[in-house]
């Protein structure tokens, strides 16, 4: 580390010290001026959960210059509004022990520190309880012993007035230090969100107050608005609102308008603050749990969704068995196998037996009995079944108990459903050959070196005893100097995604199970080529059942794979210009505005539509049309950055995403745009062309609407740029609606 760092983080050290000390006298001062009520006593004490708060969220660990910035903060502050320099001494002893000792608790029992902005509920309710009780409770009961012997104070009335009045602090201040973020203070800025903020606090502290001082059930009756307003409102709002209420209880005892209590020292008497404290701490609670419970299911709700389309994409079918109430449910994937829609089977717990092959029930119902017994980990069987065209289809079944009663027996089994059949088709043909290959090898030599697809075959020792002149082409190498060579000699496949070899067997017991097929293998060849084949490889059992060897059959599917992507590209892609189409630009947005509201990010949107267009599919025909959008969407996109997003959202409109949230660079964009298209020379047929464009400017943050929203104040403010007469641009203000005002930006005249 070098010297000018080691001197920053000295000064940092000091900095931050400081600002400790200072929020400390602030909390102190505030406590003291709100409930003052005898000599440095106070009915409700803000500094310790506010020091508390300040060390708790920092990454370095609280020093002494952190407890020195204390002290000398609680010793002024009561020193300040009159306590005597005894009482003040005393005071400095026992909130820096309770401030310490709330943060060893934290870390040995909440997670450690520092402690993450909006923690859990489960993790806030656990640090509220160490704070506010556990490390009250001791210090407090220290501080009674302490004084007891040295005034003659009462233990218990002492501890519990250090206890509540802190424990009140804590209530108070840490569900607004905590949950506090920048992101949160601006979605609160908001004027909408302020305002209803103000009325939803009035409204409590005005229900509080005819509470105390008129009700004979006071604060039950001010807990039921803040429980009424807990899961409407967001975690910031709710610990504002808790914190005004919670102050103006306090306030309202403190003056005497609460029957049944006194000002002063009255208002310490009976659990006033600790009623104060549930009555904040336990809305904010169930608040917290339900917004947790939201997310939780917004997140499970998402996952399902996620696992459904992996299911549909994979093709399996799912079965889910209440074995306990037997009920069984077949998912739609899983009637589809059988050729059925979902209307056309029900949830017979027997179906799937009915449809089972008879030559297959006996060996199929062994199989889910043992693993019903337990004598296996998982069901897993293959067996034919019949479809609804009558033709009997392999399917490959696995399941397992996620559920068994007290004695053993299975009360819930969830399980998939596979079409094999054309894996299990090439496995009898692969199986029939291998068992000819014995008596007729000769045949099945020529037979194999004349079919259109790839064959290596391979000993038990996975050396290469054959490969047809297809495996030649496709390997690059010749039989003769691959005979008697490892397989990895001329055959090197791997999946294209994960990068696992799949030309090595699966061996278990020595003995390749069960045939593997797999279209998304690449083949490496010697010489570093590569190309996508479609292979599978398949065991070659002897008479004694014994492994002798496999066979690979494998096809060149580069054609296939290269299809598949180019569709995937037109899918998202306008096919007249190459730009992103308008569903792919409708995501993109989507996401944008989804990733502001995370972090804040802003971007900025541009609507273009062409100016003049038209006449030139009327004069000159659609395809001198196409070509001339052509030539607008190179220039649209030579006249910004490289990650700035275009699409041509149909006909003559076009769109762009700028990545940039500088409103000067949005000018300058829509300046390089207009004259970009203002300076294109289109001829065609002789004839010249010239258009512009009308450009409607706009920003994509978090407080800017959904992406519908934002696409349409871009779409307005084209339309201003339209109605003042073209070849210009316009911005539309933030926070207005699609139809709002819109300003207009420099007009860039470089057209006619």
């Known amino acids: 580390m070098t010297f000018q760092h080691r001197e920053r983080r000295g000064l940092d050290k000091y900095l931050s010290a400081i600002a400790l000390g200072f929020g400390f006298w602030l909390a102190s001062a505030a406590s003291i001026l709100l409930s003052r009520v005898g000599d440095g006593v106070a009915a409700v004490w803000l500094a310790s959960a506010v020091a508390f708060v300040m060390l708790v969220r920092r990454e370095r660990r609280t020093g002494i210059l952190d407890y020195a910035a204390l002290a000398v903060a609680t010793l002024v502050s009561n020193l300040q509004f009159g306590s005597s320099l005894t009482s003040g001494l005393l005071y400095v002893v026992f909130n820096l022990g309770q401030t310490a000792l709330a943060l060893l608790l934290v870390d040995k029992f909440a997670g450690g520190l520092p402690v993450k902005a909006s923690p859990s509920v489960r993790t806030f309710a656990l640090i509220l309880f160490l704070t506010g009780v556990v490390a009250d409770s001791v210090t407090g009961l220290i501080f009674a012993s302490f004084t007891y012997a040295a005034h003659g104070w009462p233990i218990f009335k002492t501890a519990w007035t250090f206890l509540s009045s802190n424990a009140l602090g804590y209530a108070l201040v840490l569900p607004l230090l905590l949950y506090g973020s920048k992101p949160a203070l601006v979605l609160l800025a908001e004027p909408r969100a302020l305002l209803r903020l103000m009325l939803v606090a009035a409204s409590c502290v005005g229900l509080a107050y005819l509470a105390l001082t008129y009700s004979r059930f006071p604060f039950a009756l001010t807990m039921l608005p803040l429980m009424v307003f807990a899961p409407r409102l967001a975690s910031l709002e709710l610990a504002l609102v808790c914190f005004l209420t919670g102050v103006a209880c306090v306030a309202i005892a403190m003056t005497g308008l609460m029957p049944g209590l006194h000002s002063g020292i009255e208002v310490l008497s009976d659990g006033f603050q600790v009623s104060v404290a549930i009555i904040v701490s336990t809305p904010f609670l169930v608040g917290l749990s339900i917004e947790q419970m939201r997310e939780d299911h917004a997140r499970l709700a998402e996952l399902e969704t996620r696992w459904n389309f992996a299911l549909v994409s994979a093709g399996q079918g799912v079965w889910d068995a209440d074995i306990r109430n037997n009920k069984v449910q077949y998912s739609t994937i899983w009637k589809n196998l059988l050729g059925y829609e979902e209307s056309e089977l029900g949830n017979d717990p027997e179906l799937w037996l009915k449809h089972v092959h008879p030559d297959d029930l006996d060996r199929v119902i062994a199989a889910d009995l043992d693993h019903m017994q337990g004598k296996v980990p998982v069901y897993e069987v293959e067996f034919r079944m019949r479809h609804k065209s009558g033709?009997?289809?392999?399917?490959?079944?696995?399941?397992?108990?996620?559920?068994?009663?007290?004695?053993?027996?299975?009360?819930?089994?969830?399980?998939?459903?596979?079409?094999?059949?054309?894996?299990?088709?090439?496995?009898?043909?692969?199986?029939?050959?291998?068992?000819?290959?014995?008596?007729?090898?000769?045949?099945?030599?020529?037979?194999?070196?004349?079919?259109?697809?790839?064959?290596?075959?391979?000993?038990?020792?996975?050396?290469?005893?054959?490969?047809?002149?297809?495996?030649?082409?496709?390997?690059?190498?010749?039989?003769?100097?691959?005979?008697?060579?490892?397989?990895?000699?001329?055959?090197?496949?791997?999946?294209?995604?994960?990068?696992?070899?799949?030309?090595?067997?699966?061996?278990?017991?020595?003995?390749?199970?069960?045939?593997?097929?797999?279209?998304?293998?690449?083949?490496?060849?010697?010489?570093?080529?590569?190309?996508?084949?479609?292979?599978?490889?398949?065991?070659?059992?002897?008479?004694?059942?014994?492994?002798?060897?496999?066979?690979?059959?494998?096809?060149?599917?580069?054609?296939?794979?290269?299809?598949?992507?180019?569709?995937?590209?037109?899918?998202?892609?306008?096919?007249?210009?190459?730009?992103?189409?308008?569903?792919?630009?409708?995501?993109?947005?989507?996401?944008?505005?989804?990733?502001?509201?995370?972090?804040?990010?802003?971007?900025?949107?541009?609507?273009?539509?062409?100016?003049?267009?038209?006449?030139?599919?009327?004069?000159?025909?659609?395809?001198?049309?196409?070509?001339?959008?052509?030539?607008?969407?190179?220039?649209?996109k030579g006249a910004l950055a490289p990650t700035d997003i275009v699409a041509r959202l149909g006909g003559d409109e076009f769109a762009v995403v700028l990545m940039s949230a500088s409103h000067g660079a949005g000018e300058a964009a829509a300046i390089a745009i207009l004259e970009a298209v203002s300076a294109l020379e289109f001829i065609w047929d002789g004839q010249m062309h010239r258009v512009s464009s009308s450009i409607g400017l706009t920003q994509i943050c978090a407080e800017c609407g959904e992406a519908n929203e934002i696409i349409a104040k871009a779409d307005a403010a084209c339309y201003a740029a339209k109605a003042a007469g073209r070849n210009c641009a316009f911005v539309a203000l933030p926070g207005l609606s699609g139809n709002g005002v819109a300003t207009p930006m420099t007009r860039v005249a470089t057209g006619t």
């Open 391 to 636: 033709r009997w289809i392999w399917m490959l079944d696995r399941g397992k108990a996620v559920a068994r009663e007290p004695d053993g027996r299975v009360a819930r089994a969830i399980g998939s459903m596979t079409d094999i059949t054309e894996r299990k088709e090439a496995e009898e043909r692969l199986l029939v050959s291998a068992t000819l290959l014995a008596d007729e090898k000769e045949r099945l030599r020529v037979m194999l070196q004349s079919i259109g697809d790839a064959v290596i075959g391979t000993d038990a020792e996975n050396r290469i005893t054959f490969m047809n002149p297809v495996a030649e082409k496709l390997t690059g190498a010749t039989s003769i100097a691959a005979l008697g060579k490892p397989l990895g000699f001329v055959y090197r496949a791997v999946d294209e995604e994960s990068g696992r070899r799949l030309d090595e067997p699966h061996l278990a017991d020595n003995r390749l199970e069960r045939a593997e097929q797999n279209s998304r293998a690449v083949l490496v060849r010697s010489d570093g080529t590569r190309f996508s084949i479609r292979q599978v490889v398949s065991p070659i059992l002897n008479e004694n059942n014994e492994f002798g060897g496999s066979v690979i059959v494998f096809q060149d599917f580069t054609d296939a794979r290269t299809l598949q992507r180019q569709l995937a590209h037109a899918a998202t892609h306008d096919a007249l210009t190459g730009l992103a189409n308008r569903p792919s630009f409708i995501r993109t947005v989507e996401d944008l505005v989804a990733k502001s509201r995370r972090d804040a990010s802003r971007y900025q949107l541009m609507f273009i539509d062409l100016d003049h267009f038209k006449p030139v599919n009327d004069t000159s025909g659609h395809a001198a049309g196409d070509a001339l959008l052509r030539k607008v969407a190179s220039a649209i």
